[in-house]
């Protein structure tokens, strides 16, 4: 995939394009800078050079009583999205379409890096076909299944294809409302608008126990999220906390090496040959596009039984099956509930003797960057379809079952975002009446 591989020109950091607060204190003026030079020209441009830096300091900080901080710049837009991974850019594709004025703010360094940072063996759970952002195939070929190299390249590639306006290095601080607009902060520079997408998915902080703490130290623990390669670990065996997707595959990367237990519920999984013939042209597309695209969502009654069980244990394994973990001498087991002598402990008591554990249980949303009452008792955000409840012109995209099993899903991305535009979309027509 050489052809998509070119770093995106793209902006980083904050526009210098911005609207400076002024601030009201006394500071240094231009005319007493010119009296002063006046008063002392024997001492020459020295002087006046040292007095213009006065000058410019003063206005690059507002008095605050006895204090001197930095202003904030402040830039005004219809739309801010946050995050641009294939849900953000996603939902930016739309915003232009509708000739919206609005940035997609990135905090990595380059649009697709949080692909780059994965396990260096992944390949995506689905082949390229299913891989595609709206308007821009894959550029694969249809039953392969791209490494996440290939799609941080394509998402790249997608935002310079449609000159999405991403600023990258962009870290936001946090989400307020002043009146009937938003405030995102991002170091020194706010964003003001009246609609603000968190479109940063679910993959936000690692899950890991309380217990782990209480792991002997000699024990090497990490979360799946920091999971590179079998490089990592200590000699002898692993314990693999979480037996979904994640888990599994890197069960499977680690067997090579490393005598590995993986411990955790089993979650299901597709009961048929992944790559094969049949699989691929009948089987996948009726899961992919229609019991994860249009019967498991929160509009239908099998949908909302089942959401809860996702929520908690993931999908079901869509690649390995309990056979291919079973033949690569992966041995499974019950959950770990906790620690007895500095030794992972089954909830059957049994007490495995390990040297490396990686936690593969899944992540928070970690949205608490948005300071506004949008989350329930469990701290996910309430929300229809992406549309968050109470907070007219606050919006989540990439959720997990946002709306359907297919929201996490690269393949769903498109049609959430779409929902959530629309939704903007009619918003800004109603104000503008």
Request: with cysteine; glycine share 10%.
């Amino acid at each position: 995939m050489n052809q998509i591989s070119t770093p995106l020109p793209i902006s980083s950091h904050a526009p210098s394009s911005t609207h400076a607060m002024k601030p009201h204190g006394h500071g240094v003026g231009i005319t007493e800078t010119r009296a002063r030079a006046g008063a002392l020209l024997e001492q020459g441009a020295a002087f006046v050079q040292l007095e213009a830096s006065a000058v410019q300091a003063a206005e690059n900080e507002s008095p605050i009583g006895d204090e001197r901080r930095p202003m904030l710049r402040e830039e005004h837009v219809d739309v801010v999205v946050i995050g641009a991974g294939q849900n953000g850019l996603s939902v930016g594709y739309h915003l232009a379409r509708k000739g919206m004025k609005f940035v997609v703010l990135e905090a990595r360094q380059r649009v697709g890096d949080i692909w780059r940072s994965r396990w260096d063996s992944l390949r995506l759970f689905t082949p390229a076909r299913f891989d595609g952002l709206i308007g821009m195939p894959f550029p694969a070929a249809r039953y392969s299944f791209p490494a996440k190299d290939d799609m941080a390249d394509y998402l790249e590639a997608y935002a310079r294809k449609f000159s999405l306006p991403v600023r990258t290095g962009v870290k936001v601080d946090e989400v307020t409302r002043s009146g009937d607009r938003y405030i995102v902060t991002s170091g020194q520079t706010r964003y003001v608008a009246n609609h603000v997408v968190a479109a940063a998915s679910s993959y936000q902080k690692p899950k890991i126990p309380d217990f782990a703490a209480s792991l002997d130290p000699s024990i090497r623990q990490f979360h799946s999220g920091a999971y590179k390669n079998p490089s990592q670990l200590n000699a002898g065996s692993a314990l693999l906390v979480g037996a979904s997707n994640s888990g599994a595959e890197i069960a499977m990367d680690l067997a090579r090496t490393h005598q590995v237990w993986l411990a955790g519920r089993h979650p299901g999984n597709i009961p048929v040959a992944y790559n094969g013939y049949f699989a691929m042209r009948l089987v996948l597309p009726i899961v992919f596009r229609i019991v994860f695209h249009r019967l498991l969502t929160v509009d239908t009654p099998m949908g909302r039984k089942v959401k809860p069980g996702q929520l908690a244990h993931g999908l079901p394994l869509i690649r390995v099956k309990p056979s291919d973990l079973d033949a690569a001498g992966v041995r499974r087991v019950s959950r770990v509930t906790g620690v007895s002598d500095g030794k992972p402990m089954l909830d059957d008591g049994q007490v495995l003797d390990v040297s490396n554990v990686i936690w593969c249980i899944g992540f928070r949303a970690g949205l608490d960057w948005i300071k506004l009452p949008v989350f329930d008792e469990t701290g996910r955000v309430k929300q229809y379809r992406g549309i968050v409840e109470d907070e007219p012109g606050l919006y989540v995209c990439g959720l997990h079952f946002q709306h359907s099993t297919s929201s996490t899903m690269i393949h769903g991305a498109a049609r959430d975002a779409g929902y959530v535009a629309d939704k903007i979309g009619e918003r800004m027509r109603a104000s503008a009446r």
